[in-house]
């Protein structure tokens, strides 16, 4: 067979010049063993004849692809077993996908909380964009293929009329915001998917393309899923950092907030009162005789006690009222808009609650430090429990 009638570029090099097949016409004479030309990579072979020496060119891109991608996951993944913080990570992994996924010019992360989706990274778009949210219903609405495939994280292909469409249907809340900051009228193709795990969807990733409606090719389809993968580690490290945080500031036998809670609360609820110029109220509370019903009836009763006095607090709190445990018998709570003159009240209603005795002792916080208002607070409901 003759070299120059290969399916694949080549070029022929001789005394009278270099000479190209149809194949490699358009195409610069490669000076390595690899040529890269516009999007297409291209391995080169040399061949020695009598002849002449022949360069066979075999396209690569899509490995040359793939490996880019890979490199991009490794780089985020790296980040994460060096504890590098989720939410950083995954701006970097939506700009690696971009940079990675043939077709792809811009993209955007945007993760679960209860029944909605906030835009938390993006890449290519206005940072306005940053917290943007839609609902559950209106992103299964965006994604197109049904609540089957969203929760097997299959991705999908929009394509021009269908993304103004279905955007037209799923961003009723944030559809200013998108049309303004997400570039939606511009978008000729977009590929998104569910990230998933444990079959649950976590978050949605999305990658645009402003140029070309067939600008996602089926290994587009592939490393894409392959980013949403590493997407879904990132949020499963998220959780499992939240949940430790969550355990470490969590009371287990109540289920309150414990005294580390109350620490990084206390400051945060005193700004937002003097923000809006309303009164916080702290109040001390202690459970009577848990001693005396711990020897008498066992441990299980005084933390039955205990639970209940946790649950009273919780039935009382308005929206803006917070309790802590802080000690064995021993309880805080904050109370946002409630003055000096309404906490006797509110004590009184709560050991109506209760079959057992409480004691407590209540402040209106006037800009001390917490440790100055819990031995004030503390002093008082002493004082109530009949002490000096």
């Given at each position: 067979m003759n070299p120059m009638e290969a399916p694949y570029p080549v070029f022929h090099l001789h005394e009278g010049g270099v000479?190209?097949?149809?194949?490699?016409?358009?195409?610069?004479?490669?000076?390595?063993d690899t040529l890269v030309?516009?999007?297409?990579?291209?391995q080169v072979a040399r061949l020695p004849s009598p002849m002449g020496t022949y360069l066979l060119l075999v396209e690569t891109t899509d490995l040359s692809v793939q490996a880019r991608a890979y490199k991009g996951l490794l780089k985020v993944l790296r980040g994460l077993l060096q504890h590098e913080e989720p939410e950083g990570l995954l701006q970097d992994l939506i700009r690696e996908a971009v940079a990675a996924v043939p077709g792809a010019e811009a993209g955007s992360i945007l993760l679960r909380e209860g029944g909605y989706f906030y835009l938390?990274?993006?890449?290519?778009?206005?940072?306005?964009?940053?917290?943007?949210r839609t609902s559950l219903e209106e992103e299964v609405?965006?994604?197109?293929?049904?609540?089957d495939n969203w929760l097997k994280g299959r991705p999908r292909v929009l394509k021009g009329p269908e993304i103004r469409h279905l955007s037209s249907l799923s961003t009723v809340e944030a559809r200013p915001a998108f049309f303004e900051h997400g570039r939606l009228l511009e978008i000729q193709a977009t590929l998104g998917l569910p990230i998933v795990l444990e079959g649950e969807v976590l978050a949605a990733m999305n990658l645009d393309n402003f140029r070309n409606p067939e600008a996602f090719s089926p290994l587009s389809l592939e490393l894409a899923q392959a980013f949403a993968l590493e997407a879904a580690l990132l949020l499963k490290a998220l959780k499992e950092r939240q949940a430790l945080e969550m355990a470490a500031r969590t009371d287990p036998l109540t289920g309150l907030g414990n005294r580390r809670a109350l620490e990084d609360t206390f400051p945060k609820l005193l700004a937002e009162a003097q923000a809006l110029g309303e009164p916080l109220a702290l109040i001390y509370w202690d459970l009577n005789g848990l001693k005396a019903l711990n020897d008498r009836e066992g441990h299980a009763a005084g933390d039955q006690a205990l639970r209940a006095l946790a649950q009273a607090l919780k039935n009382l709190s308005r929206r803006r009222d917070l309790a802590f445990r802080v000690g064995g018998d021993e309880f805080v709570s904050l109370h946002l808009g409630l003055s000096q003159?309404?906490?006797?009240?509110?004590?009184?209603?709560?050991r109506q609650s209760l079959p057992y005795g409480v004691a407590a002792g209540g402040v209106e916080v006037e800009g001390e430090d917490l440790e100055t208002l819990l031995r004030e607070a503390d002093r008082r409901m002493y004082r109530a429990k009949g002490g000096p």
């Open positions: 000479e190209r097949n149809a194949l490699a016409q358009g195409l610069p004479f490669p000076e390595g030309h516009g999007d297409r990579t291209y938390v990274a993006q890449e290519g778009f206005s940072e306005a964009l940053l917290g943007a609405a965006w994604y197109g293929l049904g609540v003159g309404e906490i006797p009240a509110l004590i009184a209603r709560l």
